[in-house]
């Protein structure tokens, strides 16, 4: 059992679930009824909702494909006490009106977040919370003296990418190229409406089947 997200409900000043914080990203998980030796037992290790599918299928004795991104927690749900990842990672752009995305790790104790120009990955902001002090991430240390090296290890952590932070001897082959822009729906997709506009052209109050025509003429245009 497991949900797809959290949800804020005025805290942090958010509402909703697209943030990189701990309230919209921390999600419940429970196996039950899988043949591992661990039973009703739970794990501070960190997983991820991409480990899902790599477990499901190791489960059943499947090979776990090679383009897949997640990592089996097999070895978790029969050792809970195991040395896992060193950190979770998250994506969520600023808002509709911006072209700056935050991207996130979470560690065992720490939560840090870059927030970074789109177009020339600039960092314009940062933000580092510690959960021995401050479970509700309202207390930004980034600018404290003593988290000086905290930070520094944190960014780069955060920079190194997902495969580094992977369990000691676990190795991922998967090339996958970053998801396509989405010509999204209004609301939570102006962020998307914005950026494909500015790549392919049009408006962003054109539907979906005018965007496909002005994404075709970009391929066209740039193949020759």
């Not at 749900?77 to 808002?95: C, D, M, T, V, Y």
Request: hydrophobic share 35%; glycine share 6%; proline share 5%.
């Amino acid at each position: 059992m497991l949900s797809d997200h959290g949800y804020h409900l005025g805290d942090q000043n958010h509402w909703a679930k697209t943030t990189n914080y701990e309230q919209a990203l921390h999600i419940p998980l429970i196996i039950s009824g899988a043949p591992i030796k661990s039973k009703n037992r739970k794990t501070d290790a960190l997983v991820e909702s991409v480990d899902v599918l790599p477990t499901l299928l190791d489960i059943c004795g499947l090979p776990i494909l090679d383009y897949l991104e997640g990592t089996s927690m097999v070895p978790v749900l029969e050792n809970p006490e195991i040395e896992w990842k060193k950190a979770a990672f998250s994506r969520q752009p600023i808002g509709s009106l911006s072209e700056m995305y935050g991207s996130s790790i979470r560690t065992d104790r720490y939560r840090y977040v870059e927030w970074k120009v789109v177009d020339t990955g600039e960092i314009k902001a940062q933000e580092l919370y510690d959960y021995e002090m401050d479970h509700r991430e309202v207390y930004n240390l980034v600018n404290l003296p003593e988290y000086k090296e905290v930070l520094r290890e944190l960014s780069e952590l955060l920079n190194k990418g997902w495969k580094a932070s992977l369990p000691d001897g676990v190795i991922n082959t998967s090339k996958n190229k970053p998801a396509p822009l989405s010509f999204a729906s209004k609301g939570e997709g102006d962020y998307w409406r914005k950026a494909w506009v500015k790549k392919y052209g049009g408006n962003e109050n054109m539907n979906w089947k005018e965007a496909m025509k002005f994404k075709k003429q970009y391929e066209i245009k740039n193949k020759e």
